[in-house]
């Protein structure tokens, strides 16, 4: 498929053929999800049916690594084919505007001393760029015979009417005239196609960027899994692991499939598959998912679903189907053009015959013939928008947003909801020491000594306090001899304390299970649950502290707000734009963080497939929702929304799964990019209108209307130039995108 024209034509043909209940064609991944009654119908027929059509269905579904060679193929096909057109558009544009511009050119080829030799020179490098987009050619003209007209339609007849009437001027200066070597117009066609390539270019590389963080879910399962078989231990491909099977997972290797633990205790990054900020503590009889992470323990637990049924690969599945969905807005210029184009050329047609029937002679109706069809060349609307799209994307990527073409920004433009993912977006994703509450202690005293006791253990809270210290500059305590117990907390101690640290020997760490069995005073355990239970009521992790055996105080160890996050809900409420959170974090703490960030709305405890149902269900009831994220878990959703905005720190199938994406990971730059979209669409609608007003006032002109009133018959070299400045204006318009000032 050449673009999603043809998707759209393999659907119509199967919407159809009877028997075929539902034929959707996802053009990103090159692939077809067909629904049809096989009693009524079979598939040979309707792989005949799309062969009709020139097209060929493939005999299986091919692999992600396969779409992603297509892909990248095809980006290097568009990257060579510009290149290309660059190499003959610069050159031509010196010999055909060089002389208006100043610049000098060799006698053989001056179109003062040798307008044929320059005038040939146009036409080769035309005919150059021209054969170059040979399918553009092919595509356009065939959609226009089967009565489809689409961009490729507008592209093919606006630069085909300006190299024929180049052809036509060419030809008079052959024939003795050279005053008409002034109004050629090769270079009109060569850049058009030229910048036309350059938006397929982008549009290819997103595309296949599409496929590839596919490719990268896929890739968080490992290729060998260690399993216990008759009393062994053996190690084979993930794809020979069945249901039931006993799964060994070391500390640092990814879980291979869903299963239950059935013995050893270990901490389980989940935040590649639920967007829970800290590990999760795994023991027997809990659930682990493939794909995820574990950090500190022997796991060993039984498969419960594997292959296509695990967690994962239901990831993949949601993405791939809500990248096949439609795009809620048309694209306004292949709506115009399915009259626009007819419309001209049966007004040519009409008039040439007409003031033939009137007795004009022919070289008369020749002229009406190519005034009108220049004249109504839709260069205007072909460039219309590219050329905003290309300035506003461009105006993005200088303040860190990165745009994926133009669709992105149509949508964007209409989004009245922005739904926020919590950890990593509007937080930092890094959890720290938010509050230290240690009777007789400062805050650096206590980091010290915790920094110190933590400095044994590779448990991620523990990675947190030690981050933490290192990052306020306090250097931690040394002690002598370290415990981890698994569920309960850390233990330290030493010979001897020193005068800065009040003689400290033994310090403890961990929940309240931890402090009861090194045998703290209840009364004390009394007095600090509560402040505990505050901090947990505020969405932090609290962590009890005794320090030679008394406790001494609580401290609460929390994801932090990213800066900007409250400033960005703001810029949204003051453009009219509703903001919630979304998250697979916990209630408690996605209530605490919505309400310092001015949230309202909050869903918690999600698991991705069911993020990507709420997103579903908010455009069902009439929202257009941008969702912003930065991890794996965040892909379904960031897929299934009408935009899709990622933090390029993230994960990256956040950022390959998003349309756009804010390089400077800041929220603030999600206002940022839904006023840029708006003011690119605004332009365009200006540039279609410029482009149509010169078509109505000077195609009746052109068609010979004045002469009933004694006026001239419009020259097609006054076309041609009426033609250029709609061309101009629209391009000088789009221009002062690159001046649009973005709220911050």
């Not at 044929?116 to 170059?132: E, F, K, R, S, T």
Request: charged share 20%; glycine share 10%.
């Amino acid at each position: 498929m050449a673009c999603s024209a043809c998707a759209a034509r393999i659907e119509k043909v199967l919407a159809r053929t009877a028997g075929v209940e539902r034929g959707t064609v996802n053009f990103a991944m090159g692939t077809l999800d067909l629904v049809f009654d096989d009693g009524e119908i079979g598939i040979d027929a309707i792989r005949q049916k799309i062969d009709r059509a020139g097209f060929r269905l493939a005999e299986e579904r091919p692999c992600l690594d396969s779409v992603s060679r297509a892909a990248l193929e095809e980006e290097k096909r568009l990257r060579r084919r510009l290149l290309w057109s660059l190499a003959l558009t610069v050159p031509l544009l010196g010999v055909s505007m060089g002389p208006m511009l100043g610049l000098p050119l060799p006698a053989m080829v001056s179109p003062l001393h040798s307008p044929l030799a320059n005038a040939l020179l146009q036409l080769v490098l035309a005919l150059g760029v021209m054969l170059a987009h040979a399918r553009t050619y092919g595509d356009g003209l065939k959609n226009l015979a089967a009565r489809h007209p689409d961009m490729s339609s507008l592209i093919a007849l606006g630069t085909l009417s300006a190299f024929g009437y180049s052809l036509y001027g060419l030809g008079l200066v052959a024939l003795g005239a050279p005053v008409h070597g002034a109004h050629l117009y090769f270079e009109s066609a060569a850049v058009i196609l030229t910048l036309i390539t350059l938006g397929k270019s982008l549009e290819a590389h997103s595309r296949g960027r599409t496929s590839r963080a596919l490719e990268q879910l896929a890739a968080l399962l490992p290729s060998q899994v260690t399993v216990e078989r008759d009393g062994e231990t053996l190690t084979l491909p993930i794809d020979q692991v069945a249901v039931g099977e006993i799964v060994l997972v070391r500390p640092g290797e990814r879980a291979p499939v869903d299963g239950e633990v059935l013995s050893g205790e270990s901490a389980v990054d989940e935040s590649a598959m639920t967007g829970e900020s800290l590990p999760v503590e795994k023991t027997a009889g809990d659930q682990v998912l493939g794909g995820t992470l574990n950090v500190s323990g022997l796991l060993r637990y039984r498969a419960l679903r594997v292959g296509g049924d695990t967690a994962l690969s239901g990831i993949i599945r949601t993405v791939e189907d809500a990248q096949a969905q439609k795009a809620p807005v048309a694209r306004l210029a292949d709506r115009v053009a399915l009259w626009f184009v007819p419309t001209v050329l049966a007004l040519a047609v009409a008039a040439a015959l007409f003031w033939l029937l009137m007795g004009k002679d022919l070289a008369f109706a020749v002229t009406v013939l190519v005034s009108v069809l220049v004249i109504a060349c839709p260069c205007a609307l072909g460039l219309a928008t590219p050329t905003a799209i290309l300035v506003g994307t461009g105006r993005g990527a200088r303040s860190g947003i990165l745009i994926k073409g133009g669709e992105a920004l149509e949508k964007a433009a209409a989004i009245d909801t922005v739904v926020f993912d919590k950890t990593g977006t509007l937080t930092l994703g890094r959890p720290r020491v938010v509050e230290v509450a240690v009777e007789g202690w400062s805050r650096r005293e206590v980091l010290a000594l915790l920094a110190g006791a933590e400095a044994g253990s590779a448990h991620p809270m523990s990675r947190a306090i030690v981050d933490s210290a290192r990052e306020e500059g306090v250097a931690p305590v040394a002690f002598e001899r370290f415990e981890t117990i698994p569920g309960e907390g850390v233990m330290a101690r030493r010979a001897g304390g020193g005068e800065e640290d009040k003689g400290v020997r033994e310090i403890a760490l961990g929940n309240e299970k931890r402090m009861r069995a090194i045998g703290v005073d209840e009364q004390a355990l009394t007095t600090w649950r509560e402040k505990a239970e505050q901090m947990a009521r505020e969405g932090r992790t609290p962590l009890f502290v005794a320090m030679d055996g008394a406790l001494t105080g609580v401290v609460a160890v929390a994801d932090t707000l990213a800066p900007g996050s409250g400033q960005a809900v703001r810029e949204l409420r003051r453009m009219g734009v509703e903001a919630r959170m979304l998250t697979g974090d916990n209630r408690v703490t996605a209530r605490a963080l919505a309400r310092e960030v001015g949230i309202d709305e909050v869903i918690a405890e999600v698991l991705p497939v069911e993020k990507a149902a709420a997103i579903r269900a908010l455009e069902a009831g009439g929202r257009r929702v941008a969702m912003v994220g930065d991890g794996i878990n965040d892909a379904p959703a960031l897929a299934a929304a009408s935009v899709g905005i990622a933090l390029a720190s993230g994960m990256e199938i956040a950022v390959e799964s998003a349309q756009i994406v804010l390089v400077h990971r800041d929220a603030r730059g999600v206002a940022e990019a839904i006023e840029l979209s708006r003011a690119t669409l605004r332009t365009i609608r200006q540039n279609l209108f410029f482009a149509f007003v010169y078509n109505a006032l000077a195609i009746p002109v052109a068609m010979g209307a004045l002469t009933f009133f004694g006026g001239p018959l419009l020259n097609p070299m006054i076309a041609a130039g009426c033609m250029s400045l709609s061309s101009v204006s629209v391009v000088l318009n789009a221009l002062r995108l690159g001046r649009a000032r973005l709220a911050r």
